[in-house]
């Protein structure tokens, strides 16, 4: 006789399977902090090369043109800290961004996988209790 409590639980815990699970479990494998700070250093680096990128192709745009650019030493000293002070504030930005991102990603997995163990908790509990009555009888 099919058990339908049983196929119930069962149900939901392959439906969890299908759709969560290897997401939510690599997540969790990390803890918060672990897993932030290490999404943060892929932002660093694809800032970064974002950045230097955008900035090599400026200059090549601005040589190719060919334009006489007439500057002194503190008008160049400007622009470069310019540049640097422009990348420190998208960097902070993105850094926000990140953090707050993959912060409530760890907690929507770590959530995630107790819903998956309480059914398996409650699946268990469910077959032991079954037995133990089946035992009784």
Partial sequence: ????????????AAVFEKNHKNDAIDIVT?????YILLHMLIVLLSVTVAYA??????????????????????QMAA??????LLYV???IIY?????KYYGEKHVKARQEITE???ILNDLRDYENAKRTLDEIK
């Fill in 116 to 118: 998956y163990l309480d």
């Fill in 89 to 91: 504030v998208i960097l």
């Fill in 53 to 74: 990128l955008l900035v090599v192709s400026v200059l090549f745009m601005v040589l190719m043109a060919r334009e006489e650019l007439l500057l002194n030493v503190t």
């Fill in 95 to 99: 850094f926000i961004i990140a953090h």
């Fill in 79 to 84: 622009i470069a800290l310019g540049v640097i």
């Fill in 1 to 12: 006789m099919i058990d339908m409590t049983r196929v119930y639980y069962m149900t939901e």
């Fill in 30 to 34: 990390y803890r918060r902090k672990d």
